[in-house]
C-alpha cells in the first residue's frame, strides 16, 4: 500500500480561475509530505478537500517559467497578435515573433499528438 500523502500550505499566492462547481485553479506555496515549499499550481475543490493533479516548482524554475513568459509576451488568447501591457510599454511586439515561430514550427518543427 502506498504511503499517505500530506501536504501544508504555506501561502496562497492567487486564484487564476474558478470553475461553476467552485473547484479554484491556484498558485500557492505548499510542502508537500515535510519537504522544502514548492511553487504549486494545481485545481483545488471547494474546501480544499480534494485537489487535482498539478504541478510544482523550485523557486528558480518559477523564474525561469516567468522571464520566459514576459519574454513570449503571452497573448489573451490564441492566434491574437496584439501586444501586452509590458510590450506596449516597452515598444516592442514580441507577440508578432511568437505567432512567426509557432507557424514556422508548424511547417517543420517536431509535432506532439495528444494520447
Same mark, same amino acid.
Given at each position: 500500500?502506498?504511503?499517505?500523502? #500530506? #501536504?501544508?500550505? !504555506?501561502?496562497?499566492? $492567487?486564484?487564476?480561475?474558478?470553475? =461553476? ?7 500557492? %506555496? ?8 514548492? #511553487? ?10 480534494? %485537489? ?6 523550485? =523557486?528558480?524554475?518559477?523564474?525561469? *517559467?516567468?522571464? *520566459?513568459?514576459?519574454?513570449? $509576451?503571452?497573448?489573451?488568447?490564441? $492566434?491574437? $497578435?496584439? =501586444? ?5 510599454? /516597452?515598444? *516592442?511586439?514580441?507577440?508578432?515573433? %511568437? !505567432?512567426?515561430?509557432?507557424? /514556422? ?11
Amino acid at each position: 500500500m502506498a504511503d499517505e500523502i #500530506y #501536504y501544508e500550505v !504555506v501561502e496562497k499566492l $492567487g486564484v487564476l480561475s474558478e470553475s =461553476p462547481t467552485g473547484w479554484t485553479k491556484e498558485l500557492r %506555496v505548499v510542502k508537500w509530505n515535510d519537504r522544502n515549499p514548492r #511553487y504549486d499550481l494545481r485545481e483545488w475543490s471547494p474546501g480544499e478537500k480534494v %485537489v487535482s493533479r498539478g504541478i510544482t516548482m523550485s =523557486p528558480k524554475e518559477m523564474r525561469t *517559467l516567468v522571464d *520566459l513568459l514576459l519574454e513570449l $509576451g503571452i497573448p489573451e488568447t490564441f $492566434g491574437q $497578435g496584439t =501586444p501586452t501591457g509590458a510590450e506596449t510599454e /516597452a515598444g *516592442l511586439d514580441a507577440s508578432a515573433e %511568437v !505567432v512567426e515561430s509557432s507557424e /514556422a514550427k508548424a511547417e517543420g518543427g517536431s509535432k506532439r499528438k495528444a494520447s
